[in-house]
């Protein structure tokens, strides 16, 4: 029963890392496109992760009498390792979404990523633990599967007509626009 309770308790955090990160970068060019396509979003990605990241575990792990109990060096070495590759990970979507190329949206650098990333702790985790020597090659073909997946994703995602970009809040698409009855195309006569 305790092994199901763990694996559940896995499977939310999943759940909730992809919905999280999945909705990141939609929220993130949101918040550029509001603030000029400047680096403030980064400034307050920065913020939230002061709160979520420094003031709500502090709050948590104080509560329980340990916020002072077990620190290492190595351990807040790596630790902010991973936060400096969390941050310059952010700063890379920033500048994505900055370089003002129709192929810097969302809907187009989120795949990329998340695709790639796969690849990369693949990489690091074979390369660091020496078991390139027992990949199946089941296990190639996956991470190949993951690069034509996410290009796939790129080059077939749905994508706005340009006049309909250009008309969004202005005025109704022809597709919105009434039917006007003088216009319509009468039936052929037989």
Request: charge should be positive; proline fraction near 6%; hydrophobic fraction near 55%.
């Amino acid at each position: 029963m305790e092994s199901l309770e763990k694996l559940v308790f896995m499977l939310l955090g999943v759940a909730l890392t992809a919905i999280c990160w999945g909705s990141y970068g939609a929220v993130l060019h949101e918040g550029q496109a509001r603030l000029g396509g400047s680096f403030k979003p980064l400034i307050c990605v920065g913020f939230a992760y002061f709160v979520v990241a420094i003031l709500i575990p502090g709050a948590i792990l104080a509560s329980q009498g340990k916020l002072w109990e077990g620190w290492s060096f190595s351990g807040i070495g790596w630790s902010s390792a991973a936060g400096v590759f969390g941050t310059l990970g952010a700063l890379g979507i920033v500048l994505a979404f900055s370089a003002g190329s129709s192929a810097s949206k969302p809907w187009i650098v989120m795949p990329l990523v998340f695709g790639t990333a796969p690849i990369i702790i693949t990489v690091i985790s074979m390369t660091t633990k020496g078991l390139w020597g027992q990949a199946n090659p089941f296990y190639f073909a996956g991470l190949i599967l993951i690069v034509a997946g996410a290009v796939t994703v790129l080059f077939f995602a749905p994508r706005a007509k340009p006049h309909a970009a250009a008309d969004h809040g202005k005025t109704a698409s022809a597709a919105e626009k009434p039917a006007d009855p003088a216009h319509e195309a009468k039936p052929a006569a037989d």
